[in-house]
Nanobody
Framework: QVQLVESGGGLVQAGGSLRLSCAAS????????KGWFRQAPGKEREFVAV????????AYGDSVKGRFTISRDNAKNTVYLQMNSLKPEDTAVYYC????????????????WGQGTQVTVSS
């Protein structure tokens, strides 16, 4: 069964850090683009970050630029999201996704999604 499993979410105080992981199983996604999205209650799913297959090209949503870093380890079939200087407005369920090489900032471009991990930032 092909699936993505996120981990690393939790409760953190404002200014703190968390590192999310997303491990893929069932097949290798080393040539695919991987992304992180988030969704807060009552809001639409929001683009957070994307990384291309070789890890050399990344992009970030404006609200997280300079604070979050996306990376990947193709040998482990895993993508990471390092989140620093967290703010209460970062509170959301975070999802990882895998898509073809042209996938970018739109959630519609991704084919496979994880179940999500909750991140809560207290003020």
């Amino acid at each position: 069964q092909v699936q993505l499993v996120e981990s690393g979410g939790g409760l953190v105080q404002a200014g703190g850090s968390l590192r999310l992981s997303c491990a893929a199983s069932g097949r290798t996604f080393s040539t695919y683009t991987k992304g992180w999205f988030r969704q807060a209650p009552g809001k639409e799913r929001e683009f957070v970050a994307v990384i291309r297959r070789n890890g050399g090209s990344t992009a970030y949503g404006d609200s997280v630029k300079g604070r979050f870093t996306i990376s990947r380890d193709n040998a482990k079939n895993t993508v990471y999201l390092q989140m620093n200087s967290l703010k209460p407005e970062d509170t959301a369920v975070y999802y990882c996704a895998v898509g073809p090489s042209y996938s970018g900032t739109s959630s519609h471009e991704y084919d496979l999604w994880g179940q999500g991990t909750q991140v809560t930032v207290s003020s």
